[in-house]
Nanobody
Framework: QVQLVESGGGLVQAGGSLRLSCAAS????????MGWFRQAPGKEREFVAT????????YYADSVKGRFTISRDNAKNTVYLQMNSLKPEDTALYSC?????????????????WGRGTQVTVSS
């Protein structure tokens, strides 16, 4: 079992930055691939970014590539999402998730555990 708790969301102006954190419980955190997803009102949940157990392999959605950076600290059981150059269209509920799957996982069906999310609102 892995429990995930996100933090760091808030209201920011367009062009600004936020750093999201996702704290995980459990001693097996380092064995999981971690991902960030987001869901805007009236829209389906969409993939944002993912990284493997070591953090050496990352993958991003085209919409955030070059602006967002995913990273992890296995000693702290925490995964991060650094978001720069934020746009109003980045406004959404951001959730982190843990996957025991093999390979790069971009579908939400490939993740086993989910946090409740943290709200990010970007004003124009």
């Amino acid at each position: 079992q892995v429990q995930l708790v996100e933090s760091g969301g808030g209201l920011v102006q367009a062009g600004g930055s936020l750093r999201l954190s996702c704290a995980a419980s459990g001693r097996t955190f380092s064995s999981y691939r971690m991902g960030w997803f987001r869901q805007a009102p009236g829209k389906e949940r969409e993939f944002v970014a993912t990284l493997n157990w070591s953090g050496a392999s990352t993958y991003y959605a085209d919409s955030v590539k070059g602006r967002f950076t995913i990273s992890r600290d296995n000693a702290k059981n925490t995964v991060y999402l650094q978001m720069n150059s934020l746009k109003p269209e980045d406004t959404a509920l951001y959730s982190c998730a843990a996957s025991s799957g093999i390979g790069t996982v971009v579908s939400d069906t490939g993740y086993d555990y989910w946090g409740r999310g943290t709200q990010v609102t970007v004003s124009s």
